[in-house]
Nanobody
Framework: QVQLVESGGGSVQPGGSLRLSCAAS????????MGWFRQAPGKEREGVAA????????YYAASAKGRFTISLDNAKNTVYLQMDSLRPEDTGMYYC???????????????????????WGRGTQVTVSS
């Protein structure tokens, strides 16, 4: 059974940084698309970033591009989300998700949609406030 456990959330001031981690277990990690999503109170869950172990690239929401960086560590079965220049609108619960059916992630709109992902973590809270 696949388990995803997020960590690294917290409270920061605008302009600050956080690094989220998501450790995967219970399944072969080598061919998977991993995504980060967030959900603010009263809003739908939205894709932030995604990357596949089979490449070729990474995918970002427009709001995250240039500020967030997703990376995969296959040896540790872990995906990271480095978040810089944080803004109050980045506040929300951040979830990682795994799609083992498509290690290429399938393009920006597909990779950042919740639909392909069958496995989800419980989330880690990020609060950006002065």
């Amino acid at each position: 059974q696949v388990q995803l456990v997020e960590s690294g959330g917290g409270s920061v001031q605008p302009g600050g940084s956080l690094r989220l981690s998501c450790a995967a277990s219970g399944y072969t990690y080598m061919r998977v698309c991993m995504g980060w999503f967030r959900q603010a109170p009263g809003k739908e869950r939205e894709g932030v970033a995604a990357a596949g172990t089979a490449g070729p690239g990474t995918y970002y929401a427009a709001s995250a591009k240039g500020r967030f960086t997703i990376s995969l560590d296959n040896a540790k079965n872990t995906v990271y989300l480095q978040m810089d220049s944080l803004r109050p609108e980045d506040t929300g619960m951040y979830y990682c998700a795994a799609d083992y059916s498509n290690p290429f992630c399938g393009g920006n709109s597909f990779a950042l949609s919740v639909l392909p992902y069958k496995h989800w973590g419980r989330g880690t809270q990020v609060t950006v406030s002065s």
